[in-house]
């Protein structure tokens, strides 16, 4: 590939041509493959390339449903957009399972969102924190009008604190802003709020007569929404005595499975290598839910995976207790969504998600979004501790595997039957597709 300059300047058709002009003859079919993923709507095509910036085609990921999730007694379908087929049939499994045992239970424990000016400042403290103290009001004036919608809605700033962080690196502060931004996520409320705050931070500064002429020096060195919600917390579990559970594979009662459960749920609070893979499993579910809603599933993981390090090791997630006969699967994390504003509003699949799930606010949405990730962890621990994940794993692969193959219907279905009681191995299907050439 060369250099080139201008190229966001480009029509679309430009840029594909561009392309094409970088790439060896040979792969000019992979290329064409980008034209006939474009919507057949030029309406609907002309929205998708106006989500993002150099858009040539779109990628498209399947959009599946898990039914039968009992969530306080109200029973949703779940989309699910994800490329790997046993998270949703995980999830369906799980879902139908609790359904039977009461469902999930949730509660959400908090929606305080925060964000900061970073700043550098050299001085007496102690002068600094009066600053601040006496002009907390002149800051939160600033931004009146800013904020005088989120306030009809119920939120608005709820509180400014100054942060001393001198001792994690020099001259270092924070005014640290708590938010409720209602049923938005808020990224561009909070973020708007502090810049304002920001600028008029520095003007106090400069006026402040207790100040030295260095001391009215403040530099804002960034304000930006801290992804970080340790106060937006919401919880969720399911619960049944443990000789409810029913038996399991391999001549598992149910105690057997739910003391191996509740080991592998210890395993991950302690080892950090089955930590990260237990997590993954978790986000499998979350991400899924959170694409499905437009909703910023980069700003979930990073959120998600720093609270699992709260304590200063990585730990799984969810928690499993089995007091006095009761089997007990939990999971609380931060988590903050928006039902309202950004893609959520303006993604065709995502409203249609909304849709689906009855048009939850935030605070519901994040209830079904910690179940999901709950009922994947579920599902991927009862296969990992009893039959093993290969063999469900390995099944729900089998379509990937014949279609790779270039397998016909018939074979397809041939071979569907063919590894009911049989191991699913790339070799054993590849052999199961030369030996029924006759099929194709
Ligand atoms: C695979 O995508 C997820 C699992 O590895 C999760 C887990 O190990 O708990 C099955």
Known sequence: MNKISGFSKLSKVEKIEWLKSQVASDDQKFLNCIESYWHPDSGKQKLFDEFSENTVSNFIFPYGLAPNFSINDKIYTIPLVIEESSVVAAASKSAKFWLDRGGFKTRVLSTNKVGHIH??????????????????????????????????????????????????????????????????????????????????????????????????????????????????????????????????????????????????????????????????????????????????????????????????????????????????FELTLPMALGTVGGLTSLHPMAKTTLEILGQPDAKELMQIVAVVGLAQNFGALRSLTTTGIQQGHMKMHLLNILNQLEASDEQIAYAKDYFTDKTVTFSNVRDLVNSTKHLQ
């Open 119 to 328: 700043f550098i400042w050299k001085g007496d403290k102690k002068k600094l924190f009066n600053f601040f103290n006496l002009n907390k009001s002149a800051l939160l004036f600033s931004v009146k009008d800013l904020v005088s919608n989120m306030e009809k809605r119920g939120g608005g700033v709820v509180d400014l604190v100054l942060k001393d962080k001198t001792s994690e690196l020099d001259n270092y502060f924070q005014v640290e802003g708590k938010f409720e931004t209602c049923d938005a996520m808020g990224a561009n409320f909070i973020n708007s709020v502090l810049e304002v705050m920001a600028g008029r931070l520095q003007e106090l500064a400069l006026e402040y007569e207790s100040f030295s002429d260095s001391e009215k020096d403040l530099e804002v060195v960034m304000s930006i929404l801290s992804n970080y919600t340790p106060e937006c917390v919401v919880s969720a579990y399911v619960e049944c005595p443990v000789s409810e559970l029913g038996d399991f594979p391999n001549g598992m009662n149910a105690e057997m499975f739910a003391k191996r459960f509740e080991r592998a749920v210890k395993i991950a609070k302690v080892d950090i290598s089955r930590a990260v893979t237990h997590n993954k499993g978790i986000f499998n579910g979350i991400d899924a839910v959170v694409v499905a809603t437009g909703n910023d599933f980069r700003a979930i993981e990073a959120c998600g995976h720093a609270y699992a390090a709260r304590d200063g090791q990585y730990r799984g997630l969810s928690s499993c207790t089995l007091d006095d006969g009761i089997f007990r």
